[in-house]
């Protein structure tokens, strides 16, 4: 499975921005989707997951700001970030994992750096 990521950039505070990625195998066979972020000195942390029958979860910094989504005629996961600060600024990766033969296999996107700044 390949994860091609885009939409990161430079923002100012307060702007939004667009996360998308496309995943090279059907949503459908997908166990798990979601986002994550890793700034400079800082352990990789789970921004967004949803998981395959359940619900979507969101780490607590996200406070209502972003939005995870799914688009199965695209294989596309994206997420939407509003309201954003200089503490989102970190490289973000979007992850899924799938099952195979009674084993769950990840992949990770290539990542796309996220600047907040005035």
């Known amino acids: 499975v390949q994860l091609q990521a885009s939409g990161g950039g430079l923002v100012q505070p307060g702007g939004s921005l667009r996360l998308s990625c496309i995943v090279s195998a059907s949503l459908h066979s997908l166990n798990r989707m979601g986002w994550y972020r890793q700034a400079p000195g800082s352990q990789r942390e789970m921004v967004a997951e949803m998981t395959d029958g359940a619900g979507t979860k969101y780490a607590e910094f996200v406070e209502g700001r972003f939005t995870f989504s799914r688009d199965f005629r695209k294989n596309t996961v994206s997420l939407q970030m509003n309201s954003l600060k200089p503490d989102d600024t970190a490289v973000y990766y979007c992850?899924?994992?799938?099952?195979?033969?009674?084993?769950?296999?990840?992949?990770w996107g290539q990542g796309t750096q996220v600047t907040v700044s005035s």
């Open positions: 992850h899924v994992d799938q099952k195979y033969e009674g084993n769950y296999f990840e992949y």
